[in-house]
């Protein structure tokens, strides 16, 4: 029988449901619950008979043999394929299905081969029906399917197994009492329909209803990007459910659900659009699923940082003692940790933390060698039973106890946890199943299945449901949206193969079978909306579908926003936008707003009031303010800033791996500079520039020394970085002597690394600095100038920058070193003739002020006076407004818990 529409089919269905002695047979378990809960939702009887309805694959089981030998499932067939190509006697038979250049490929290849192994029956049946097709297919291909056919057979043969695949209908099959009235709906999309009339006699008691698309016209909606088409189909849905639509009556397809399920899953959010994929996803991308997975990548990368950050940083892991693991990865940060190794000697992390003289590292050390012992067990178990035990070992090192049970019916990842559990069990009767003792890399392959699983929760949430192109075949809705219809990704295709160049298929038109599929979604739905989009989300181009170009059916769209969300922001805009209606989503978050984030906030510290004493928290209970020039240029910068690193004490912790500790080289080369020029003031006293080929002796042995050490040190990074270190910045510091020569001849350096600190009673402050080199240069007449110099590895700035310093200070770190050491009883010396800053990447000074301009010195150091007052004034209100700017914003570290951040555009 021949349906030509909408109506037809839902009534011929229904017709169907209602013979008591009708079985009717749908393309698919989906369609199957389409149309139960269709039929009883609609008719007037409300009820079904669960015997009335049947799926193809459950009907076409009854016609196949049965006996006495256990199916294959993808587990033996990977077993097989790896156990062969594990062989070097089979292995070298083969030409097509090795690469015996890179012997590492066997695990990918063994993917390949037990992909095919279904499929050896098919190329038999080419051999013998379509010989133009077969004799398209290498040499190569043809002969290594061949000899795979052979080992298979003997392979199934020697353990009573048998391929589902290769079993062909058969009348002579049926059960007893199986026969009564059947009626098979849609066989043109039933998968093996064509296999099944081949049988040399189909009962009389079976009859077909087909969709014919030949009466209806289609039309296919082209938009610019798939954005477009993703939001102008949430568009419609949404008026849809309006008017009052329901759920059932809707249905969407994605001919790539991938790609497209991250951005739907978006966009109906925003639109408050229920959507329900019933598509599931893998295992992996669950936290117990990702469990395994982290065990086999830690182990493959050896233990590499990056590898142990990625898995012991998970927050999704109910962790046991996440503490010890962040400590373990802050210090592998710290010590320039690269990768373990099988031998303790070699093991970067086991040589750095025993090297290490902080004295937790001793347990972090003991930490990792469990977890190192404990992930190697995993990883080396060669059988199931040893596999599950050894992650029993490390779960309960690892996580909470009881975190995730392992039976299901409990929380989603105890579910997914147990279902886990379940296969890897499975896995265990597979390899009993193909009689081997042991299995090379046996998580590496557990892991390489889950990925190929999908988890489909039980509970699944109401909603219009969201299918792949195909699994929705079959059923009928009032409206059915196919997004994504690209020639690409709808193609359907017969007879494909592994490792088989694509042209081979895509120009055998007997093999295609996009057309058809195409016919039956064209009829199957009072509505049906097919769209495509130039632009994929992956930024690459897509065809049209060549039926629609044949039929001259395409119709560019132009999409328009009108939603309620962009006409919102058009009014903020003030772009004459229409009042508009919200939606229930809209009013939802409105209505939670006025409750929440629109009402003053109780503590809000980007705002100008105080809500506890913050001078006493600030002074810590000692009376007086300690200050710093960071402090300083921090709380001018933006009070918020200083009052959250501060006062707060709050600290951006990063866990990035880095090849190259700035601040580490930062102290290293101060350290080099700082031993230099003591040996210079041993050696001569003076700095004198006639000197300077004996002085670049001393530099150069300082920086040797340095380095050397260094280079030994638990953190010191790989031997390539701190090569590379010494050679860059060891040329760099050697400017240093003819900038000196220039600037400092005949002067002495009188201290490095001076820590001083002064109270200044009057404004309650203790001013506190770490000076890198206090200069002086004695005169005939008895006086003497006094010079300070602070060291930057990368300096940005310029004198130019103080020239208007009465509007404030670059920094304030210059003026502060050069009042601490006027007002220091320590020091005995009188005012800063110069202040400069020595920059190490430029090889010059930047002077700051130099001799003879005392009034641009003294007027920097009334500003930072002014500063200091105007800072403990602020603090004893309890002023830490935020000052937001985009010089002061762009790179903080506190942008997000500062309620008044500048918006960087």
């Known amino acids: 029988m021949i349906l030509y529409s909408y109506g037809d089919i839902r009534a011929m269905v229904h017709r169907s449901l209602d013979d008591a002695s009708m079985v009717s047979v749908f393309p698919t378990e989906t369609a199957v619950r389409f149309w139960t809960n269709d039929y009883v939702r609609t008719s007037e009887k409300g009820i079904l008979r669960h015997d009335s309805t049947m799926a193809w694959d459950t009907f076409r089981s009854h016609f196949l043999p049965t006996g006495d030998a256990a199916p294959v499932n993808g587990f033996i067939r990977h077993l097989f394929a790896l156990h062969l190509l594990g062989d070097p006697d089979t292995a070298a038979s083969l030409q097509w299905f090795r690469h015996p250049t890179f012997p590492e490929s066997v695990g990918n290849l063994a993917s390949t081969v037990a992909s095919l192994l279904p499929k050896l029956q098919e190329i038999e049946r080419m051999r013998l029906v379509k010989g133009e097709s077969y004799d398209r297919l290498p040499l190569a291909y043809r002969n290594d399917a061949a000899r795979l056919q052979v080992a298979y057979g003997d392979f199934l043969a020697k353990r009573n197994l048998f391929e589902p695949r290769y079993l062909l209908p058969s009348v002579g099959n049926l059960p007893s009492g199986f026969e009564r009235n059947y009626r098979i709906f849609f066989p043109e999309v039933c998968d093996g329909w064509e296999e099944f009339t081949l049988m040399s006699h189909v009962p009389a008691w079976i009859e077909t209803c087909s969709a014919d698309a030949s009466k209806t016209e289609s039309s296919l909606q082209v938009y610019e990007n798939e954005l477009m088409e993703l939001r102008a189909c949430m568009r419609r849905i949404g008026e849809l459910l309006d008017t009052g639509q329901d759920f059932a009556d809707i249905v969407v397809t994605v001919g790539n659900l991938e790609r497209w399920r991250p951005y739907l899953e978006h966009e109906a959010l925003l639109c408050d659009i229920p959507l329900a994929i019933v598509e599931g996803l893998s295992p992996l991308q669950y936290p117990p699923g990702r469990f395994f997975q982290s065990i086999q990548e830690v182990h493959a990368q050896s233990f590499s940082l990056d590898a142990m950050k990625s898995f012991l940083l998970d927050p999704r892991m109910p962790w046991k003692d996440a503490k010890v693991q962040r400590d373990l990865i802050l210090r592998g940060l710290e010590l320039s940790v690269v990768q373990g190794n099988p031998n303790p000697r070699k093991d970067d992390w086991q040589v750095k933390l025993a090297r290490s003289l902080v004295k937790t590292d001793a347990q972090l050390l003991i930490w990792y060698k469990a977890f190192k012992v404990r992930i190697s067990s995993v990883v080396a178990a060669k059988d199931a039973e040893s596999l599950m035990q050894a992650v029993y070992v490390l779960q309960e090192f690892l996580l909470e106890t009881g975190s995730w049970s392992e039976t299901e019916g409990g929380d989603l990842h105890s579910s997914v946890y147990a279902y886990c559990l379940h296969q890897l069990s499975e896995l265990g009767k597979a390899v009993r199943s193909c009689g081997f003792t ?219 791996t880095v090849s190259l500790d700035h601040a580490a080289v930062g102290i290293l080369l101060h350290e080099i500079l700082a031993r230099f020029f003591q040996r210079v003031r041993e050696e001569s006293g003076v700095f004198r520039k006639e000197l300077v080929d004996r002085y670049e002796v001393l530099l150069s042995a300082s920086i040797d020394e340095v380095f050397t050490r260094f280079a030994h040190s638990p953190q010191a990074p790989v031997h390539t970085t701190v090569q590379y270190i010494a050679e860059r910045y060891g040329t760099e510091l050697k400017a240093i002597l003819n900038a000196e020569g220039d600037m400092f001849d005949g002067f002495a350096s009188w201290g490095f690394e001076i820590s001083l600190e002064h109270l200044y009673a009057q404004s309650d402050c203790l001013l506190n600095g770490r000076i890198d080199r206090i200069l002086v240069q004695d005169h005939a007449d008895g006086t003497q100038t006094v010079a300070v110099v602070d060291y930057k590895k990368t300096y940005r700035g310029s004198r130019k920058a103080y020239d208007n310093y009465a ?99």
């Open 807 to 905: 509007q404030g200070l670059p920094s304030h770190q210059l003026p502060l070193y050069a009042k601490l050491i006027r007002d220091s009883d320590s020091t005995e010396l009188g005012q800063v003739g110069t202040a400069a800053f020595y920059s190490i990447e430029k090889g010059k000074y930047i002077p700051i002020w130099e001799e003879s301009q005392e009034e641009r010195r003294d007027g920097m150091i009334a500003i930072l006076e002014e500063h200091m007052l105007h800072m403990v004034d602020a603090l004893r209100q309890g002023r830490l407004g935020a000052t937001p700017s985009k010089q002061a914003c762009a790179n903080c570290d506190y942008r997000q818990i500062c309620r008044r951040r500048y918006a960087l555009v």
């Open 438 to 656: 042991t299995t090379q890399a046996l998580v590496s392959l557990f892991v390489q299945f889950l990925g190929k699983q999908q988890y489909i929760p039980r509970d699944r949430p109401p909603g219009i449901p969201v299918f792949s192109y195909t699994v929705s075949a079959g059923l009928c809705p009032r409206y059915h949206f196919l997004l994504g219809c690209t020639q690409e990704d709808i193609g359907q295709h017969t007879d494909q193969l592994p490792l088989v160049p694509e042209p081979i298929w895509r120009d055998d038109a007997a093999n295609d079978r996009t057309g058809l599929f195409l016919d039956h979604y064209r009829v199957m739905a009072r509505q049906v909306h097919i769209s495509m989009a130039q632009a994929t989300f992956g930024n690459s181009s897509a065809l049209a579908p060549s039926w629609f170009v044949d039929h001259d059916a395409i119709e560019m769209q132009r999409y328009v926003p009108a939603d309620a969300r962009t006409r919102e922001q058009a009014a903020w805009a003030a772009a004459g936008a229409t009042p508009f209606k919200a939606n229930a989503m809209q009013s939802r978050w409105f209505d939670q707003a006025c409750r929440t984030a629109f009402l003053p906030p109780r503590f809000d510290m980007a705002d100008n009031k105080a809500v506890f004493s913050v001078w006493d928290r600030s002074c810590k209970g000692e009376g007086h303010l300690s200050l710093s020039a960071t402090a300083l240029d921090m709380f001018f910068a933006c009070p918020m800033k200083w009052a959250s690193s501060y006062l707060l004490h709050l600290g951006k912790g990063t866990f990035d």
